[in-house]
């Protein structure tokens, strides 16, 4: 990078309840300042620099009156890392038990990592992933290979490696 590039520094979150946001965000990790559910721009940040900052609705359209909420599909999404897969299936069991919708259950996915979607208060996807172990992605392959031959499907909300028939 010149030194007079841009640096990649904030992803940004438009927020309608920022409470609410905060909630679900604390629930991940995310350190943020106490005292700031009322505040319309808040901050945290986040190892190696980044930033991750959450505006509310109104706070954007004092400086962009024409913005609108985005529709349909969001082509962009946030993903936590988890420590384990185990951790994958926890995070999801605790937000949905919160009351946050699961948009899709832990499962293995054939890249390598137990994987699960959740959506933050606002509707935004959240990725929850962590690496599986190598035996485990061995379970995964060969369940994908009789899923190609129509045998079985890779298993959902079920421990690591599992298989469903």
Do not use: I
């Not at 309608?16 to 005292?35: I, K, N």
């Not at 392959?141 to 298989?163: Q, W």
């Amino acid at each position: 990078m010149t030194p007079t590039a841009p640096r990649f520094a904030v992803v940004q979150v438009a927020v309608q309840d920022m409470a609410a946001a905060l909630a679900f965000y604390r629930r991940l990790g995310l350190e943020v300042p106490d005292g700031s559910e009322d505040r319309p721009h808040v901050e945290a940040l986040l190892p190696g620099g980044l930033k991750v900052a959450f505006d509310t609705v109104e706070t954007l359209r004092t400086f962009d009156p024409g913005w609108t909420e985005p529709q349909g599909s969001r082509s962009v999404s946030l993903a936590f890392e988890c420590a384990s897969p185990a951790g994958v299936d926890a995070a999801y069991r605790s937000l949905t038990a919160a009351g946050y919708p699961g948009r899709k259950q832990p499962w293995d996915a054939f890249w390598g990592m137990r994987y699960a979607v959740v959506e933050d208060p606002d509707g935004n996807a959240v990725d929850l992933f962590a690496l599986l172990p190598p035996d485990a992605m061995e379970d995964v392959e060969e369940s994908l290979e009789r899923r190609s031959a129509g045998e079985h499907g890779v298993g959902t909300g079920s421990a690591p490696g599992s298989v469903t028939a």
